[in-house]
């Protein structure tokens, strides 16, 4: 424990951070935990609540599985993973009933399943079982807050164009829908999730030239 | 009687479609749709799963975890409420009987079991399976046979989805498509309108 003297936040551990904000973006670029990421999306606040869920999920499941990488033998490495994060879960979840009853009625079952979204999963295979806890919560952090941002932001245009308010507040305002504005009902189905999602990766790849896939 | 578990059954492949209505499953949905022979393995291993899991799981659910469900044991537990275990319960069912379709699969088709490689693990963690089994939860089937009617139709409705998605992309690998579109960016557009045609299904009542 001598030879890593890095500073807490050295540049790589920065990276961690950010890098799956755009460049490895967990949903647009990793393709994983689209599941919830869609069906939760039709007002901000389940969004929110749900990214911050997964968030707190993460970030301890992947120190508690960087804790334990050298104890766990790799046979039973996914079954101790998914208890690690069924447990996790099911506080959050029990936290979400007793604080936030409306939401997490809201939510129904994709509280529950946090448990097979695919990124905590990968993430603990791809990361937390070869590294240290610190940057173990870093890269938790990272990933789970890039696949937040993008909930967000559809949540945001199908709450704006769908219903005409954002977070539950009117923002468009009353004289607009009496010169015949009306609130876009396509934006509220859930197919728009997909198109919203699908219209987010293509200018991110416009901008990003590098993420263009070949076929 | 079997009206009704035919109603159930239709409505969980058309109308609650797995991919269409709820996004479950999407992640082997995107990455195992290229082609149609290896998609249609997929899907034929998550209709067996979930045809499996979701009646185990009902009687678990009846006759373990809801509350005065252990009623039958003795009468001092009315009032004893386990449904906070149901996640990590409903996941080890689901863990052991992907090994299981795992090792049938290895042992009458090779071929598939390679194409699909890595695939058959990751069904433990589809969505599709979990929330499968967390609908019937929700839903609260009167009896096993309405459960496992509704567990076959909803691998049926992915089986249908992902083979779709799967012919379409075939044919979209010669279109002239925009750079940044191309892979993903398409297929969750197409999946977007197979999704508002499936909604045309809407309409019916059962």
Redesign the interface.
């Known amino acids: 424990m001598s030879a890593e003297k890095e500073p807490l936040f050295s540049s790589k551990n920065i990276k961690l951070l950010t890098e799956p904000m755009n460049d490895s973006n967990p949903i647009t670029v990793q393709v994983l935990g689209i599941c919830s990421a869609l069906a939760v999306t039709v007002k901000i606040k389940p969004a929110f609540v749900l990214a911050i869920a997964v968030v707190i999920v993460m970030a301890v499941s992947n120190v508690v599985i960087s804790l334990l990488r050298k104890t766990v033998p790799p046979r039973i490495r996914i079954i101790v993973q998914l208890v690690v994060i069924a447990a996790m879960v099911i506080l959050v979840d029990q936290v979400l009933k007793a604080f936030l009853f409306d939401v997490s009625k809201q939510l129904s079952v994709f509280v529950g399943l946090i448990i097979t979204n695919c990124i905590i999963m990968g993430r603990l295979e791809a990361f937390a079982l070869s590294n240290k806890p610190w940057p173990a919560f870093l890269d938790g952090i990272g990933n789970a807050s890039g696949y937040g941002v993008i909930l967000i932001i559809v949540a945001f245009f199908r709450e704006l164009l769908g219903s005409g308010t954002v977070w539950g507040f009117q923002v468009i305002p009353e004289s607009v829908y009496n010169f015949g504005y009306e609130n876009n009902g396509l934006m509220i189905l859930p197919p728009m999730a997909l198109i919203v999602v699908g219209a987010i990766i293509w200018i991110q790849r416009a901008k990003n030239k590098k993420l263009v896939e070949s076929n | 009687m079997m009206e009704n578990l035919v109603n159930i059954f239709v409505k969980s492949v058309f109308i609650d479609n797995m991919i ?8 082997s949905y ?2 195992v749709s290229k082609t149609v022979k290896t998609s249609t393995g997929l899907g034929i291993a998550v209709i067996f799963v979930l045809g499996f899991t979701v009646p185990i799981d009902y009687l678990i659910h009846n006759f373990l975890l809801r509350e005065g469900a252990l009623v039958w044991l003795s009468p001092k537990f009315a009032d004893v409420d386990l449904s ?5 319960i409903f ?2 069912v689901i ?1 052991s009987m992907v090994q299981l379709v795992e090792m049938i699969i290895e042992k009458f088709s090779p071929t598939l079991y390679n194409s699909l490689g890595i695939f058959l ?2 069904i ?8 499968g089994s ?2 019937m939860q ?1 839903r609260d089937y009167n009896n096993i046979a309405e459960a496992t009617a509704f567990g076959l139709g909803s691998g049926l409705g992915w089986f249908l989805a992902i083979v779709g998605i799967a012919a379409i992309r075939e044919k979209i ?1 010669y279109s002239n498509i ?12 197409i ?6 045609a499936f ?1 045309g299904f809407m309409g019916i009542k059962l």
């Open positions: 269409f209505a709820y996004f479950l499953g999407m992640c995107l990455a906070f275990l149901s996640f990590i996941i080890a863990a693990p990751l433990a963690v589809n969505c599709a399976i979990l929330g967390l609908f929700e690998r925009p750079d940044p579109l191309k892979g993903l960016g398409i297929t969750f557009i999946t977007g309108l197979m999704g508002i909604m």
